[in-house]
Protein backbone atom coordinates (compact mmCIF):
# COMPACT_ATOMS: atom_id res chain seq x y z
CA UNK A 1 0.00 0.00 0.00
CA UNK A 2 1.08 3.55 -0.89
CA UNK A 3 2.57 5.83 1.66
CA UNK A 4 -0.23 8.47 0.41
CA UNK A 5 -3.11 6.04 0.21
CA UNK A 6 -4.55 6.12 4.36
CA UNK A 7 -4.32 10.26 3.37
CA UNK A 8 -6.73 9.71 0.56
CA UNK A 9 -8.66 7.22 2.45
CA UNK A 10 -9.56 9.81 5.07
CA UNK A 11 -9.68 12.35 2.81
CA UNK A 12 -12.42 10.85 1.01
CA UNK A 13 -14.20 9.65 4.20
CA UNK A 14 -14.39 13.21 5.09
CA UNK A 15 -15.71 14.55 2.42
CA UNK A 16 -18.33 11.68 2.34
CA UNK A 17 -19.06 12.68 6.04
CA UNK A 18 -19.06 16.37 5.08
CA UNK A 19 -22.18 15.60 1.99
CA UNK A 20 -23.94 13.45 4.48
CA UNK A 21 -24.12 16.13 6.52
CA UNK A 22 -24.95 18.64 4.18
CA UNK A 23 -27.71 16.42 2.86
CA UNK A 24 -29.87 16.73 5.85
CA UNK A 25 -30.06 20.47 5.27
CA UNK A 26 -30.66 20.47 1.33
CA UNK A 27 -34.07 20.65 1.73
CA UNK A 28 -34.07 23.43 3.72
CA UNK A 29 -30.98 24.71 1.38
CA UNK A 30 -33.23 24.24 -1.57
CA UNK A 31 -36.73 26.74 -0.55
CA UNK A 32 -34.04 29.26 0.43
CA UNK A 33 -32.74 28.84 -3.01
CA UNK A 34 -36.32 29.07 -4.14
CA UNK A 35 -37.70 32.12 -1.70
CA UNK A 36 -34.19 34.61 -2.16
CA UNK A 37 -34.24 35.61 -5.45
CA UNK A 38 -34.47 38.58 -7.37
CA UNK A 39 -38.19 38.85 -6.70
CA UNK A 40 -37.03 39.09 -2.95
CA UNK A 41 -33.88 41.24 -3.74
CA UNK A 42 -36.66 43.58 -5.32
CA UNK A 43 -39.23 43.65 -3.09
CA UNK A 44 -36.80 44.26 0.18
CA UNK A 45 -34.63 47.06 -2.00
CA UNK A 46 -37.45 48.44 -2.78
CA UNK A 47 -39.15 48.74 0.80
CA UNK A 48 -35.65 49.75 1.86
CA UNK A 49 -34.66 52.66 -0.46
CA UNK A 50 -38.55 54.41 -0.56
CA UNK A 51 -39.42 53.51 3.62
CA UNK A 52 -36.53 52.80 5.09
CA UNK A 53 -36.34 49.93 7.64
CA UNK A 54 -39.91 50.89 8.50
CA UNK A 55 -41.54 47.54 7.20
CA UNK A 56 -38.99 45.19 9.05
CA UNK A 57 -41.81 44.19 10.57
CA UNK A 58 -42.99 42.48 7.48
CA UNK A 59 -40.32 40.40 6.88
CA UNK A 60 -40.22 39.40 10.91
CA UNK A 61 -44.00 38.34 10.63
CA UNK A 62 -43.49 37.15 7.45
CA UNK A 63 -40.55 34.71 8.18
CA UNK A 64 -42.36 33.78 11.32
CA UNK A 65 -45.35 32.43 9.09
CA UNK A 66 -43.27 30.65 6.78
CA UNK A 67 -41.62 28.56 9.32
CA UNK A 68 -44.81 27.75 11.02
CA UNK A 69 -46.72 27.01 7.06
CA UNK A 70 -43.33 24.86 6.23
CA UNK A 71 -44.08 22.60 9.55
CA UNK A 72 -47.92 22.10 9.43
CA UNK A 73 -47.44 21.12 5.67
CA UNK A 74 -44.57 18.62 6.11
CA UNK A 75 -46.10 17.33 9.17
CA UNK A 76 -49.09 16.01 7.27
CA UNK A 77 -46.23 14.15 4.60
CA UNK A 78 -44.93 13.42 7.16
CA UNK A 79 -47.78 11.46 8.85
CA UNK A 80 -49.23 10.53 5.73
CA UNK A 81 -46.85 9.99 3.33
CA UNK A 82 -48.97 12.33 0.92
CA UNK A 83 -47.42 15.39 -0.71
CA UNK A 84 -49.52 18.71 -1.24
CA UNK A 85 -51.44 18.52 -4.44
CA UNK A 86 -51.91 14.56 -4.47
CA UNK A 87 -53.55 15.16 -1.25
CA UNK A 88 -55.86 18.18 -2.53
CA UNK A 89 -57.01 16.44 -5.60
CA UNK A 90 -57.98 13.28 -3.56
CA UNK A 91 -59.37 14.91 -0.36
CA UNK A 92 -60.42 17.66 -1.43
CA UNK A 93 -61.27 18.52 -5.15
CA UNK A 94 -59.54 18.00 -8.12
CA UNK A 95 -60.29 21.13 -9.40
CA UNK A 96 -58.30 22.67 -6.45
CA UNK A 97 -55.51 20.82 -7.45
CA UNK A 98 -55.56 22.68 -11.09
CA UNK A 99 -56.28 25.82 -9.93
CA UNK A 100 -53.10 25.83 -7.99
CA UNK A 101 -50.92 24.36 -11.10
CA UNK A 102 -52.66 27.35 -13.26
CA UNK A 103 -52.30 29.79 -10.77
CA UNK A 104 -48.79 29.15 -9.33
CA UNK A 105 -47.75 28.25 -13.19
CA UNK A 106 -49.10 31.85 -13.94
CA UNK A 107 -47.19 33.91 -10.81
CA UNK A 108 -43.81 31.41 -11.52
CA UNK A 109 -44.12 32.87 -15.25
CA UNK A 110 -44.02 36.45 -14.29
CA UNK A 111 -41.24 35.94 -11.74
CA UNK A 112 -38.98 33.90 -14.66
CA UNK A 113 -39.60 37.25 -16.89
CA UNK A 114 -38.18 39.71 -13.81
CA UNK A 115 -35.57 37.33 -12.93
CA UNK A 116 -33.53 37.59 -16.00
CA UNK A 117 -34.70 40.84 -16.78
CA UNK A 118 -33.28 41.91 -13.05
CA UNK A 119 -30.14 39.83 -13.66
CA UNK A 120 -29.36 41.25 -17.04
CA UNK A 121 -30.33 44.74 -16.04
CA UNK A 122 -28.02 44.47 -13.22
CA UNK A 123 -25.49 42.87 -15.46
CA UNK A 124 -25.18 45.36 -18.33
CA UNK A 125 -25.20 48.50 -15.76
CA UNK A 126 -22.22 46.55 -13.93
CA UNK A 127 -20.18 45.54 -17.10
CA UNK A 128 -20.37 49.60 -17.73
CA UNK A 129 -17.66 49.58 -15.16
CA UNK A 130 -15.28 47.22 -17.44
CA UNK A 131 -16.64 48.06 -20.83
CA UNK A 132 -17.45 51.18 -22.59
CA UNK A 133 -21.16 51.07 -23.11
CA UNK A 134 -21.57 47.88 -21.68
CA UNK A 135 -23.19 44.28 -22.90
CA UNK A 136 -26.44 44.69 -23.80
CA UNK A 137 -28.88 43.18 -21.25
CA UNK A 138 -30.52 40.32 -24.32
CA UNK A 139 -26.74 38.66 -23.71
CA UNK A 140 -26.75 38.52 -20.69
CA UNK A 141 -30.24 36.97 -20.09
CA UNK A 142 -29.69 34.29 -22.95
CA UNK A 143 -26.27 33.49 -21.06
CA UNK A 144 -27.80 32.45 -17.91
CA UNK A 145 -30.50 31.16 -19.58
CA UNK A 146 -28.82 28.59 -21.16
CA UNK A 147 -26.68 28.03 -18.29
CA UNK A 148 -29.78 27.31 -16.69
CA UNK A 149 -31.51 25.13 -18.92
CA UNK A 150 -27.66 23.19 -19.75
CA UNK A 151 -27.50 22.24 -16.08
CA UNK A 152 -31.49 21.20 -15.80
CA UNK A 153 -30.75 18.95 -19.05
CA UNK A 154 -27.67 17.21 -17.85
CA UNK A 155 -28.54 17.18 -13.86
CA UNK A 156 -30.70 15.33 -11.45
CA UNK A 157 -32.30 16.76 -8.09
CA UNK A 158 -29.40 16.37 -6.01
CA UNK A 159 -27.04 17.60 -8.45
CA UNK A 160 -29.58 20.81 -8.53
CA UNK A 161 -30.03 20.83 -4.89
CA UNK A 162 -26.05 20.71 -4.32
CA UNK A 163 -25.13 23.33 -7.03
CA UNK A 164 -27.93 25.39 -5.09
CA UNK A 165 -26.22 25.23 -1.99
CA UNK A 166 -22.91 27.18 -4.06
CA UNK A 167 -24.63 29.61 -5.48
CA UNK A 168 -26.88 29.87 -1.63
CA UNK A 169 -23.87 30.14 -0.11
CA UNK A 170 -22.22 33.47 -2.17
CA UNK A 171 -25.57 34.82 -2.57
CA UNK A 172 -25.83 34.85 2.04
CA UNK A 173 -22.53 35.67 2.02
CA UNK A 174 -22.78 39.00 -0.28
CA UNK A 175 -25.76 40.18 1.15
CA UNK A 176 -24.35 39.63 4.79
CA UNK A 177 -21.23 41.80 3.79
CA UNK A 178 -23.20 44.02 2.30
CA UNK A 179 -25.18 44.98 5.30
CA UNK A 180 -21.98 46.21 7.39
CA UNK A 181 -20.59 48.30 4.52
CA UNK A 182 -24.14 49.97 4.54
CA UNK A 183 -26.42 49.53 7.48
CA UNK A 184 -28.43 51.82 8.32
CA UNK A 185 -28.17 53.50 12.02
CA UNK A 186 -29.33 50.70 14.22
CA UNK A 187 -32.09 52.61 15.83
CA UNK A 188 -33.68 52.51 12.29
CA UNK A 189 -33.43 48.75 12.45
CA UNK A 190 -35.03 48.50 15.62
CA UNK A 191 -38.04 50.86 15.05
CA UNK A 192 -38.55 48.98 12.03
CA UNK A 193 -39.73 45.87 14.37
CA UNK A 194 -42.81 48.52 15.03
CA UNK A 195 -46.06 47.49 12.81
CA UNK A 196 -47.07 50.20 10.45
CA UNK A 197 -47.79 51.64 6.94
CA UNK A 198 -46.08 54.60 5.84
CA UNK A 199 -48.13 57.19 5.82
CA UNK A 200 -47.00 58.43 2.54
CA UNK A 201 -48.26 58.78 -1.38
CA UNK A 202 -48.36 56.36 -3.41
CA UNK A 203 -46.03 56.35 -6.06
CA UNK A 204 -45.91 55.25 -9.55
CA UNK A 205 -45.54 51.70 -8.86
CA UNK A 206 -48.39 51.04 -6.46
CA UNK A 207 -47.15 52.63 -2.91
CA UNK A 208 -46.62 50.35 0.43
CA UNK A 209 -49.36 48.09 0.13
CA UNK A 210 -48.24 46.61 -3.08
CA UNK A 211 -44.79 46.51 -1.77
CA UNK A 212 -45.59 44.83 1.28
CA UNK A 213 -48.01 42.54 -0.26
CA UNK A 214 -45.13 41.52 -2.69
CA UNK A 215 -43.01 41.52 0.48
CA UNK A 216 -44.98 38.62 1.96
CA UNK A 217 -45.72 37.07 -1.41
CA UNK A 218 -41.58 36.52 -1.93
CA UNK A 219 -41.67 34.91 1.51
CA UNK A 220 -44.92 33.10 2.37
CA UNK A 221 -45.03 31.82 -0.51
CA UNK A 222 -47.50 28.76 -1.32
CA UNK A 223 -45.24 27.34 -4.00
CA UNK A 224 -42.70 26.73 -1.04
CA UNK A 225 -45.08 24.91 1.34
CA UNK A 226 -46.12 22.30 -1.92
CA UNK A 227 -42.84 22.04 -2.86
CA UNK A 228 -41.78 21.46 0.29
CA UNK A 229 -43.80 18.10 0.69
CA UNK A 230 -42.53 16.59 -2.26
CA UNK A 231 -39.15 17.39 -0.89
CA UNK A 232 -39.89 15.78 2.53
CA UNK A 233 -40.56 12.59 1.01
CA UNK A 234 -37.95 12.39 -1.69
CA UNK A 235 -35.71 12.54 1.28
CA UNK A 236 -37.53 9.09 3.00
CA UNK A 237 -38.49 11.31 6.00
CA UNK A 238 -41.29 10.15 8.58
CA UNK A 239 -43.31 11.39 11.73
CA UNK A 240 -39.42 9.92 13.76
CA UNK A 241 -38.16 12.51 11.18
CA UNK A 242 -40.07 15.57 12.69
CA UNK A 243 -37.24 17.22 14.73
CA UNK A 244 -35.05 17.25 11.71
CA UNK A 245 -37.73 18.20 9.44
CA UNK A 246 -37.89 21.25 12.00
CA UNK A 247 -34.67 21.96 12.60
CA UNK A 248 -33.75 22.33 8.50
CA UNK A 249 -37.22 24.84 8.23
CA UNK A 250 -35.54 26.44 11.09
CA UNK A 251 -32.42 27.50 8.94
CA UNK A 252 -33.50 27.99 6.09
CA UNK A 253 -35.95 30.54 7.89
CA UNK A 254 -33.70 32.52 9.53
CA UNK A 255 -31.10 32.48 6.60
CA UNK A 256 -34.35 33.88 4.96
CA UNK A 257 -34.65 36.47 7.50
CA UNK A 258 -31.21 37.43 7.75
CA UNK A 259 -30.86 37.87 3.72
CA UNK A 260 -34.14 39.87 3.66
CA UNK A 261 -33.28 41.86 6.27
CA UNK A 262 -29.73 42.89 5.04
CA UNK A 263 -31.21 43.57 1.52
CA UNK A 264 -33.36 45.87 2.86
CA UNK A 265 -31.07 47.66 5.10
CA UNK A 266 -28.55 47.99 2.42
CA UNK A 267 -31.08 50.31 0.72
CA UNK A 268 -31.98 51.70 3.67
CA UNK A 269 -29.05 53.14 4.30
CA UNK A 270 -27.61 54.57 1.26
CA UNK A 271 -30.61 55.02 -1.47
CA UNK A 272 -33.31 56.12 1.32
CA UNK A 273 -31.05 58.07 3.36
CA UNK A 274 -30.42 60.22 0.13
CA UNK A 275 -33.91 60.41 -0.65
CA UNK A 276 -33.60 58.30 -3.72
CA UNK A 277 -36.49 55.93 -4.68
CA UNK A 278 -36.12 52.63 -6.91
CA UNK A 279 -37.93 51.85 -10.10
CA UNK A 280 -35.45 50.03 -11.98
CA UNK A 281 -32.77 47.24 -11.44
CA UNK A 282 -29.74 49.47 -12.76
CA UNK A 283 -30.97 51.79 -10.23
CA UNK A 284 -29.31 49.29 -7.96
CA UNK A 285 -25.71 49.84 -9.68
CA UNK A 286 -25.99 53.50 -10.82
CA UNK A 287 -26.95 54.66 -7.18
CA UNK A 288 -24.77 52.72 -5.05
CA UNK A 289 -21.77 52.83 -6.28
CA UNK A 290 -21.30 57.24 -5.41
CA UNK A 291 -22.88 56.23 -1.72
CA UNK A 292 -20.77 52.80 -1.26
CA UNK A 293 -18.24 52.44 -3.59
CA UNK A 294 -17.27 49.92 -6.15
CA UNK A 295 -16.79 47.19 -4.07
CA UNK A 296 -19.82 47.47 -2.80
CA UNK A 297 -21.74 47.70 -5.48
CA UNK A 298 -19.52 44.43 -7.11
CA UNK A 299 -20.22 42.66 -4.15
CA UNK A 300 -23.95 43.49 -4.17
CA UNK A 301 -24.37 42.93 -8.00
CA UNK A 302 -22.48 39.48 -7.50
CA UNK A 303 -25.19 38.96 -4.89
CA UNK A 304 -28.27 39.59 -7.16
CA UNK A 305 -26.72 37.41 -9.50
CA UNK A 306 -26.60 34.39 -7.67
CA UNK A 307 -29.77 35.03 -6.07
CA UNK A 308 -31.48 35.11 -9.85
CA UNK A 309 -29.72 31.71 -10.71
CA UNK A 310 -30.82 29.60 -7.24
CA UNK A 311 -34.24 30.99 -8.26
CA UNK A 312 -34.03 30.44 -11.68
CA UNK A 313 -33.99 26.49 -11.02
CA UNK A 314 -36.92 26.08 -9.51
CA UNK A 315 -39.05 28.78 -11.36
CA UNK A 316 -38.36 26.66 -14.27
CA UNK A 317 -38.87 23.44 -12.61
CA UNK A 318 -41.96 24.34 -11.17
CA UNK A 319 -44.42 23.48 -13.31
CA UNK A 320 -43.29 19.49 -14.50
CA UNK A 321 -43.04 19.42 -10.48
CA UNK A 322 -46.12 20.52 -10.18
CA UNK A 323 -47.63 18.13 -12.51
CA UNK A 324 -45.64 15.01 -11.08
CA UNK A 325 -47.05 15.85 -7.54
CA UNK A 326 -50.75 16.21 -8.81
CA UNK A 327 -50.15 12.99 -10.88
CA UNK A 328 -48.77 11.34 -8.07
CA UNK A 329 -45.98 10.73 -10.65
CA UNK A 330 -41.57 10.19 -10.05
CA UNK A 331 -40.13 13.24 -11.22
CA UNK A 332 -38.46 11.52 -13.72
CA UNK A 333 -37.17 15.55 -15.72
CA UNK A 334 -35.19 13.70 -18.84
CA UNK A 335 -39.18 13.42 -20.46
CA UNK A 336 -39.23 14.93 -23.85
CA UNK A 337 -42.39 16.58 -22.51
CA UNK A 338 -40.59 18.41 -19.28
CA UNK A 339 -37.37 19.47 -21.03
CA UNK A 340 -39.80 20.97 -23.66
CA UNK A 341 -41.93 22.67 -20.91
CA UNK A 342 -38.68 24.01 -19.36
CA UNK A 343 -37.06 25.05 -22.38
CA UNK A 344 -40.56 27.06 -22.82
CA UNK A 345 -40.46 28.91 -19.70
CA UNK A 346 -36.98 29.13 -19.91
CA UNK A 347 -37.88 31.63 -23.11
CA UNK A 348 -39.73 33.71 -21.00
CA UNK A 349 -36.45 35.22 -19.17
CA UNK A 350 -36.12 36.99 -22.86
CA UNK A 351 -39.42 39.05 -22.34
CA UNK A 352 -38.01 42.03 -20.31
CA UNK A 353 -34.90 42.49 -22.19
CA UNK A 354 -36.78 42.28 -25.70
CA UNK A 355 -39.49 44.46 -25.47
CA UNK A 356 -38.12 46.40 -22.72
CA UNK A 357 -40.32 46.36 -19.96
CA UNK A 358 -39.70 47.45 -16.64
CA UNK A 359 -38.38 44.08 -14.31
CA UNK A 360 -38.90 45.62 -10.81
CA UNK A 361 -42.97 46.91 -11.80
CA UNK A 362 -42.92 42.96 -13.23
CA UNK A 363 -41.78 41.31 -10.20
CA UNK A 364 -43.26 43.47 -7.79
CA UNK A 365 -46.98 42.56 -9.18
CA UNK A 366 -45.73 39.21 -9.70
CA UNK A 367 -45.16 38.31 -6.19
CA UNK A 368 -48.40 40.34 -4.91
CA UNK A 369 -49.87 37.88 -7.07
CA UNK A 370 -48.55 35.05 -4.99
CA UNK A 371 -49.81 36.62 -1.87
CA UNK A 372 -53.23 36.45 -3.09
CA UNK A 373 -53.13 32.76 -3.47
CA UNK A 374 -51.94 32.31 0.15
CA UNK A 375 -55.38 32.14 1.61
CA UNK A 376 -56.79 29.05 -0.13
CA UNK A 377 -52.79 27.35 0.75
CA UNK A 378 -53.90 27.80 4.17
CA UNK A 379 -57.80 26.66 3.89
CA UNK A 380 -56.37 23.69 2.68
CA UNK A 381 -53.88 22.63 5.47
CA UNK A 382 -56.57 23.51 7.76
CA UNK A 383 -59.16 20.91 6.33
CA UNK A 384 -56.60 18.19 5.88
CA UNK A 385 -54.94 18.78 8.84
CA UNK A 386 -57.94 18.37 11.12
CA UNK A 387 -59.25 14.83 9.38
CA UNK A 388 -58.53 12.68 11.89
CA UNK A 389 -58.80 9.82 9.37
CA UNK A 390 -56.25 11.09 8.02
CA UNK A 391 -53.92 12.33 10.77
CA UNK A 392 -54.93 10.16 13.47
CA UNK A 393 -52.97 11.12 16.29
CA UNK A 394 -50.90 13.89 15.18
CA UNK A 395 -54.51 16.00 13.85
CA UNK A 396 -54.27 19.60 14.68
CA UNK A 397 -54.02 21.03 18.27
CA UNK A 398 -55.94 23.76 19.02
CA UNK A 399 -52.90 25.99 19.02
CA UNK A 400 -51.86 25.02 15.78
CA UNK A 401 -55.61 26.02 14.65
CA UNK A 402 -55.69 29.16 15.97
CA UNK A 403 -52.23 30.04 14.77
CA UNK A 404 -53.30 28.86 11.49
CA UNK A 405 -56.33 31.20 11.83
CA UNK A 406 -54.22 34.15 12.56
CA UNK A 407 -52.07 33.73 9.38
CA UNK A 408 -54.95 32.84 7.43
CA UNK A 409 -56.20 36.63 8.57
CA UNK A 410 -52.40 37.89 8.27
CA UNK A 411 -52.87 36.81 4.30
CA UNK A 412 -56.56 38.43 3.85
CA UNK A 413 -54.83 41.81 4.58
CA UNK A 414 -51.74 41.33 2.34
CA UNK A 415 -53.94 40.27 -0.32
CA UNK A 416 -56.29 43.10 0.08
CA UNK A 417 -52.91 44.94 0.33
CA UNK A 418 -51.85 43.74 -3.38
CA UNK A 419 -55.15 44.20 -4.53
CA UNK A 420 -55.75 47.69 -3.52
CA UNK A 421 -52.00 48.81 -4.49
CA UNK A 422 -52.43 47.32 -8.10
CA UNK A 423 -55.73 49.37 -8.48
CA UNK A 424 -53.89 52.16 -7.10
CA UNK A 425 -51.01 51.74 -9.49
CA UNK A 426 -53.80 51.64 -12.54
CA UNK A 427 -55.61 54.77 -11.53
CA UNK A 428 -52.73 56.53 -11.37
Not at 152 to 172: C, H, P, Q, S
Not at 198 to 205: I, S
Request: charged share 10%; net charge neutral; aromatic share 12%.
Amino acid sequence: MSSDHAPRMENASLWKRFMNGLALFLPGIFLLGFNIGTGSVTAMAKAGAHYGMSLLWTVVTSCFATYFLISVYSRYTLVTGETALAAIKKHIHPAIGIFFIVALTAGVSGGVMGVMGIVADICYEWSKMAIDGGVAPVYFAGFFILLVYYIFWNGKTDFFERALAVIVAVMASCFVVNFFIMMPPPIEIVKGLIPLVPNVPAEQDGGAFLVIASMVGTTVSSSLFIVRTTLVKEAGWGIQDFKKQRNDALVSVTLMFVISASIMAAAAGTLYAQGVGLSRASQMIELLEPLAGSLAVSIFAIGIVAAGVSSQFPNVLLLPWLLCDYNESPREMTLTKYRVIVFLISLLGLVVPIFEARPVFVMIVSQAFNSVILPLTIGCIFYLGNRKDLMGEYKNTLGTNLFLGAVFVFSIITSSMGIRGVLQMISG
